[in-house]
C-alpha cells in the first residue's frame, strides 16, 4: 500500500500530511454533461421548468459544493477556495448541456476534488429540477480536463 497515499504503514486510512509542502497557485478544471429529451431542453431555455431558474440554480449549488467538500469526502483538506465559477455550455442540436467548474486557490494541495464535486453537483441539481419533465436524463462525461500548480507546474 505504499503506493497510496491515504494509507500509514499498518494500511490505516489518514489525511494526508502536506504542512512540508510550498504554497504554490493551484487551479483545477472539470466538466461534464447531461443530456436531455427536446421537450425538457427546450422547456429549460424558455423558462418553463417550474422549479424554477435551472441553470441559475444549478450553478449556486455547484459553487456551494465545491466549499462542502471537505465535509463530502473523507479525507479530503479543507482550503481557502479563492475562486470558485460554474459555465455553461448549451448544445441545441443534442439537447445538452455541458458545466464547466473552475477552482482556483493558492495552498499546498490542489483542488482537482473540488472542481469534481461543483460540477458532478451542478450536474444532479440541473437532474432534480428537470425530472418531473424527462426522467431519462443522462449524467456523462465527468472529467478534469486540467491541474495546475505543485508539481504539476
Known sequence: MKDFTHFDEQGNAIMVDVSQKQASER??????????TAE??????????????VLGV???AGIMAVKQCPSLIPL???LLVEKASVDFALSDEENEI???????????TGVEMEALTGVSITLLTIYDMCKAV????????????EKTGGKSS
Open 27 to 36: 487551479q483545477a478544471i472539470a466538466q461534464g454533461r447531461i443530456k436531455m
Open 40 to 53: 425538457c431542453y427546450q422547456a429549460l431555455l424558455q423558462g418553463l421548468i417550474k422549479k424554477g431558474d
Open 58 to 60: 444549478a450553478r449556486i
Open 76 to 78: 479530503c483538506h479543507s
Open 98 to 108: 455541458t458545466a464547466t467548474c473552475t477552482v482556483k486557490t493558492t495552498g499546498v
Open 134 to 145: 424527462d426522467k431519462n436524463m443522462e449524467i456523462n462525461g465527468i472529467r478534469l480536463l
